[in-house]
């Protein structure tokens, strides 16, 4: 038997061998074909046997942790606490566990911990922060922070400003400006979360730029975070080289209607980039800034397009009634339909339904104009 | 004479082989770049979730434009779930283009709506619009439904349905597709993190939901889908969509958005005359005049797309409509490349000209041609006796081999991007499904992709290609 078998491989090599080329690389990519086709079959059996073993492990865990966290700090009466920290201390005994030993498990700890402590904010979220620090969950964090790999620094960087825990600004300052999109961002929320003293001065330091998506996290960071000491935004506005930066701050003088950084604010309108340009006209008029009306309406007619649908939306905000005129003009006379639309909003901001100049415009208009008309005054139409 | 014939036979089997190993190596490539744009993807989502979309004053506007044509059976079910969507800043326009059936009247009934004063500003000529309605009732605030002259084209509806949409960017879908409850915060993410380029369309993976569970227009369970033919398009989806155009988006040249589901830019699409109505491949040939003019004004730009599963669709479960979405598609991809071939090999067209549309012109366009030349080829062999039958069958099990190593792949790469499927007897029909689609789906493919071609060369008349529906699976009541 064994005999035939060997004879059997020897005669597949002699005719493998002497076979034509093309033959010798179809066989040999059949053999690879098969493999990977094995492999990728290993491969989802593996990760989907890993993946229902790993969520069978962290419910089971995250049970045991809901548990010991209800019973020795949720449970617990703050009026009965003699002093902060002490139900953390008594909790923390609870937590030595076999469990809790091994990295997998404390990462659950950690991620569990993480979980309430942004849901549960007052004294019982310090107490959770006490038992982090407590455990010493911190270092398991630090320990990540010093990895070499982006994802674990990312992971560290979350947990480390989600549980409030002072790191040195030379650590986190460099990685604010890291080629790693996901690490750069992380740095950035950690760094405006963590500094004592300047949580903005990475803005100082930007040379990426900050992505609309950087914005819409960190605007979030920044409006939610407690006890932030909220800068002149006009700095940056007025001295950044980074126009992404200067564009952020417009929307953050916006939030905070901060009215000091008008001046800056409209310094921007001789700028030569005409969207930074409109940014700075939709920041003006969400402030209702009245005093600019005048000069807007003066470089109306020299703008593009963008800033003029800006200039006409930032009178009807400002709704001063100052310019009324204007609009009905750019109403009547622009071929825009754009512009005509956004004028005959301002005006409908400006002026009552039923008012003189309204009905004046319903009969003298075009038809087409009518119905932007309408179009503006119809509350069941929002844009 | 023999001679000639003898000649003949060696070049088309040297052209063949040529072809043949090109294919399969970019094949190879696109394997290779899908699995790092995968993994890319799951390691960047990992640490931003888009809660803070659900918020945001800074999220930008988005548009969800969906037509419909004769959809009277799930209309309502459909227009429920895309309201379900979840963003900060969203509009829907329901496109009726002219439906013959009742969907209008039902929607004028479920959604209170009344005739509005729209400013509707055609920046695109489209049929007439005959009314646009809004709804009476405040928790329908972000529907609009426009009603408007059969167009005979999806394209045209859409088209309708720009002119009417108040932000830059929107989401085009089909009305009987449903989509993920975080559909437009995951489209719109790829826009926002962009650097450097302007991302003039971004897709998301499509997959098929005949056999899904839907609760009130809500999708309550997922599995494949049971009857064979429905399951092969699956398989072919998770190919095309997460091997296939993950591979692309790598390398910024990814051929198509789906019109299943894409979110584009609207100045851009504008600027481009929107959908062309006479097209039959509307979105794939969108997405060229796009490139061309970003291409053509010196914009650079980019299309993404996301290995997430955003839509589910049902595709059609019978070889009769399936033979009709088939030959519409082949047609559509023939006319775009009539229409476009000034751009193939013009390196003006960077990436476009250079590497999508060669690879669609000999890939996609050509493929179904060689193939059946192959096999007419094939088969003259036989009758003359010419055939080596082990080289033959080396050759065979080599392309069966690898055809099902790359689908095996993908749906690796499916598993490493979600797992969808939760029993391990739907992941293992799955995968067992390749080895049947090289013998019993894919001539299906080539002989409807012939039709198509043909169809385009003699000119057959053809109307909005509306797919009959069955409906989907209800969950019982509870």
Known sequence: MNFSLLDFLESIFFEFRYAPLIIQVAIIFVFVAVTLTLLAYFSILRRRFRGSQRDKKITRLNELIDDLLIENVLSQDPETVETPGQTAETAAEAFHLPQFSKRWGRQVLIDRLLNYRNNVRGAMGDEIRTLYLLLELDKDSFKKLKSRKWNRKVRALNELSSMEIGVADVIILPLTNSRNRELRAAARHAYIKLSKNEPFKFFDLATEPLLLWDQVELFRIITTTRHIAIPNFAQWITYSSNKSVISFCLKLVVHYNQLKAIPAVLKLLDTKDHLLRAEAINCLGKMKIADVEDKLVYIYNNQPLNCQIEILKALGRIGSGKHTEFLRQEFMLSTDFELRKHAAKSLTNTEPPGSELIGELMETSTPENQLILKHCMNPLIKF | ?478
């Open chain 2, 1 to 478: 004479m023999q001679r000639i014939w003898e000649i003949a036979g060696n070049f088309f089997e040297t052209a063949v082989f040529i072809y043949g190993a090109v294919l399969l190596v970019s094949y190879a490539v696109l394997a290779i770049c899908s699995l790092i744009a995968v993994r890319k993807w799951v390691m960047s989502e990992k640490y931003q979730g888009g809660d803070v979309l659900l918020t945001s004053p800074l999220a930008p506007g988005i548009s969800v434009i969906a037509p419909a044509f004769n959809e009277g059976l799930t209309i309502i079910y459909n227009v429920r779930s895309l309201l379900t969507l979840k963003y900060v800043r969203y509009e829907i326009i329901v496109v009726n283009d002219g439906s013959t059936d009742n969907s209008m009247e039902q929607l004028i009934k479920e959604f209170s709506l009344v005739p509005v004063d729209f400013a509707y500003n055609a920046k695109i000529q489209t049929r007439p619009v005959k009314k646009i309605y809004k709804s009476t009732d405040p928790a329908y605030a972000k529907l609009t439904i426009i009603d408007k002259v059969n167009g005979k084209s999806k394209a045209d509806a859409v088209n309708a349905g720009i002119n009417a949409a108040a932000f830059d960017h929107f989401v085009c879908t089909d009305v009987d597709c449903v989509l993920d409850e975080n559909t437009i915060i995951e489209l719109i993410k790829p826009v926002m993190k962009e650097k450097k380029k302007r991302v003039i369309a971004i897709g998301a993976t499509l997959r098929v939901a005949n056999s899904n569970i839907f609760d009130q227009g809500v999708m309550v369970g997922v599995r494949p889908p049971k009857q064979l033919l429905p399951r092969f398009q699956e398989v072919e989806y998770i190919r095309a969509f997460v091997l296939g155009k993950m591979g692309w988006t790598l390398m910024n040249c990814v051929p198509n958005v789906s019109g299943g589901l894409g979110l584009f830019d609207k100045e851009i699409t504008i600027r481009c005359g929107g959908y062309d109505h006479t097209s039959f491949g509307e979105d794939m040939e969108l997405m060229t005049r796009m490139c061309r003019y970003a291409q053509d004004n010196k914009i650079p730009y980019a299309i993404r797309y996301i290995p997430q599963t955003l839509c589910w669709t049902e595709v059609p479960s019978t070889i009769k409509i399936f033979g009709r979405q088939r030959t519409r598609w082949a047609r559509g991809l023939a006319q775009l490349m009539h229409t476009h071939f000034s751009m193939f090999l013009k390196p003006k067209y960077g990436r476009m000209g250079m590497i999508v549309f060669p690879y669609n012109f000999f890939f996609e366009l050509l493929a179904p041609i060689i193939e059946f030349a192959g096999i007419v080829y094939y088969i003259v062999m036989v009758a003359m006796g010419h055939i080596n039958w082990p080289t033959a069958l080396v050759l065979l099990v080599f392309v069966y081999t690898y055809s099902i190593m790359i689908t095996t792949l993908a749906i690796l790469y499916d598993q490493i991007t979600f797992r969808y499927y939760n029993s391990w007897r739907d992941v293992a029909l799955l995968c067992l499904t390749p080895f049947l689609e090289f013998f019993l789906y894919h001539p299906l493919i080539v002989f409807f992709s012939l039709r198509g071609y043909y169809f385009f060369l003699t000119g057959k008349k053809a109307g909005w290609g509306n797919m009959q529906r069955r409906g989907f699976q209800v969950a019982p009541n509870r």
